[in-house]
């Protein structure tokens, strides 16, 4: 069955984000100036998904404003002549009908947060995504995703490298036989220690899954950090179903942590031909030396 529903958890309080997060989502905060959840959903739309459901929390309501057109916006744009700006706006929007909210009542962790997305995604397979994570990669994690998906089936999980040091912060996987492309996944665990990690290859927040996981979810049985995890329920549903990993092309960035976020504030402002050479010069003012990737951009200006 085709892949049509995506799930994007934004309950999340952003207590890492703290005073930005006070009143502001974290999903809206910004990568160069587009809001960390636009990411996330560009890679959804890019990868043929049609229904974007958002699972919300008290204090979100500005994603859903971000994701619906601004009238108002939109006439001072065309009466300014500012039509690029407006075209750019329109471009970014799911069409009418594509969204759907609902909330997280409580926050119980990850795998509560998906369960609550039951009845809107209803007995088809979906992908999820994590927000926080934001990849710079072509095509996008979700497309690579979907070509391993579309030879394999079942559930899909996108995986990638990190040092052994930053395991314990992740879900990892046990690799089995296959190429990059879709090797069988073999175990999985949530946030192990270092020494109990069975690989140093972590579930980089990019999912596709059947829909048997919400039976699975719906058993609410906590786990790491006395929470519901949706790594628990995958690795139940291990038993039953295929699970095939795929090492994506490209780099992640942990937008969930502050190093993450200005990291990829610097990696995206780099590749923008209207910023990088702005951006380089600020850079160097301040005596650092960039790579050559970045030289390059700025020179082709
Ligand atoms: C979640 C998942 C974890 C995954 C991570 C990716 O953890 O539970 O398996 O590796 O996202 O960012 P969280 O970051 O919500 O603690």
Request: glycine share 10%.
């Amino acid at each position: 069955q085709r892949v049509r529903t995506a799930v994007f958890p934004v309950a999340g309080l952003g207590t890492r984000f703290l005073p930005a997060t006070k009143a502001m989502p974290k999903e809206m905060l910004t990568v160069v100036d587009r809001p960390v959840i636009q990411y996330a959903v560009d890679e959804a739309r890019e990868a043929g998904i049609e229904h974007f459901v958002f699972v919300t929390g008290r204090n979100k309501g500005v994603i859903e404003d971000h994701f619906d057109r601004q009238f108002e916006l939109e006439q001072t744009l065309e009466a300014r002549g500012k039509l690029e700006a407006l075209a750019e706006l329109q471009q970014d929007l799911p069409s009418a009908g594509q969204t759907s909210f609902t909330r997280q009542q409580e926050p119980l962790g990850l795998g509560h947060a998906v369960w609550c997305a039951r009845e809107l995604v209803g007995d088809r397979p979906f992908a999820l995504l994590l927000p926080d994570m934001v990849f710079k990669s072509r095509p996008g994690v979700l497309k690579q995703m979907m070509q391993a998906y579309d030879v394999a089936g079942g559930n899909v999980i996108a995986v990638e490298e990190v040092d052994p040091a930053d395991v314990s912060s992740y879900g990892i996987v046990a690799r089995g036989a296959g190429p990059d492309t879709g090797f069988e996944i073999t175990a999985m665990v949530e946030k192990p220690r270092r020494e109990e990690a069975p690989s140093t290859l972590i579930i980089s927040g990019r999912y596709i899954l059947q829909p048997e996981i919400f039976t699975l979810l719906g058993e609410q049985t906590k786990g790491a950090g006395g929470e519901i995890q949706i790594t628990d329920a995958m690795q139940r549903l291990m038993d039953r179903q295929r699970f095939t990993g795929v090492k994506y092309q490209g780099r992640s960035f942990d937008c969930g942590s502050k190093i993450g976020f200005l990291a990829a504030n610097v990696a995206f402002a780099l590749e923008r031909e209207d910023i990088a050479g702005g951006f380089t010069a600020e850079i160097r003012k301040l005596g650092f030396v960039l790579p050559e990737e970045a030289r390059r951009v700025s020179a082709k200006r």
